[in-house]
């Protein structure tokens, strides 16, 4: 059971980026995928996560337009598409799963996580 961050890097503002997941020993189907940033100095915090059930967005409202997350079952493969880059985005992303399907934007209710991907948004 492992999950496999990339597609991170070095963005100016206003750049866009798209992180992908890819999730292997276990199916999307009957696990919730979540992301989570933890930037510099800060705690980890949810951004979003995706399961069976729906779409659920933990940023704040002011930045939830520029996230979107998304799966790929067929390629077992979760994104996350970030729009409109600012240097407050500028973190380590990880992804996490958790079953039962559930979202959860709580960090200890996802049992597996993937190794992060930087991403850095700077002029």
């Known amino acids: 059971v492992q999950l496999q961050a990339y597609g991170g890097g070095l963005v100016q503002p206003g750049g866009s980026l798209r992180l992908s997941c890819a999730a292997s020993?276990?199916?999307?189907?009957?696990?919730?995928i979540a992301w989570f940033r933890q930037a510099p100095g800060k705690e980890r915090e949810g951004v979003s996560c995706v399961s069976i059930s729906g779409v659920y967005t933990y940023v704040s409202d002011s930045m939830k337009g520029r996230f979107t997350i998304s799966r790929d079952n067929s390629e077992n493969t979760v994104y996350l598409q970030i729009n409109s880059l600012e240097p407050e985005d500028t973190a380590v992303y990880y992804c996490?799963?958790?079953?039962?399907?559930?979202?959860?934007?709580?960090?200890?209710?996802?049992?597996?996580w993937g190794q992060g991907t930087q991403v850095t948004v700077s002029s």
């Open positions: 020993g276990f199916s999307l189907d009957y696990t919730a």
């Open positions: 996490s799963a958790r079953q039962p399907a559930r979202c959860s934007q709580y960090m200890e209710h996802y049992t597996v």
